[in-house]
């Protein structure tokens, strides 16, 4: 594996990965939590830079953009975008029929999220 993905730091709390651990579900599962939970802290921490608004369009791929450039792989930009975009409309779509802010979304609203689309 690259030197560029052994350095990867994910912005998700290690106590939350060990929650999912913990949790009576498939592996699959398990990698589908995580890969929310890390969609989730992505967004909090872009909007945090952005006047506390849910990442818009622009400020996605712009997000995207810089990603790219540091795995000096421009063309991942687009599908990094896509992946993200949809992690985004599954948050909103959720939080809209919960009533909640989507960053104030946590653990408990992505088992409940993931639950519905299985």
């Known amino acids: 594996m690259s030197d560029q993905f052994n350095s990867f730091m994910s912005p998700v709390k290690k106590e ?3 929650q999912i651990e ?3 579900l498939s592996t699959l599962q398990k990698l589908h939590l995580k ?3 890390h969609c989730l802290e992505v967004f909090k921490d872009i909007s945090l830079k952005n006047d506390d608004e ?6 996605l791929k712009s997000w995207c953009e810089k990603e790219a ?9 687009m599908l990094l975008f896509e992946q993200m975009n949809s992690a985004a409309i599954k948050f909103q ?3 809209k029929k919960t009533g909640k802010n989507v960053l104030d979304l946590n653990l408990d609203d992505l088992i409940a999220l993931t639950s519905l689309e299985n």
Not at 54 to 59: G, Y
Not at 69 to 77: A, G, I, R
Request: glycine fraction near 0%; hydrophobic fraction near 40%.
């Open 16 to 18: 939350v990965v060990d």
């Open 22 to 24: 913990r949790l009576d």
């Open 35 to 37: 890969l929310l939970s």
């Open 54 to 59: 849910f990442p818009n369009d622009i400020l």
């Open 69 to 77: 450039k540091k795995l000096k792989d421009e063309s991942f930009s």
């Open 93 to 95: 779509n959720y939080a």
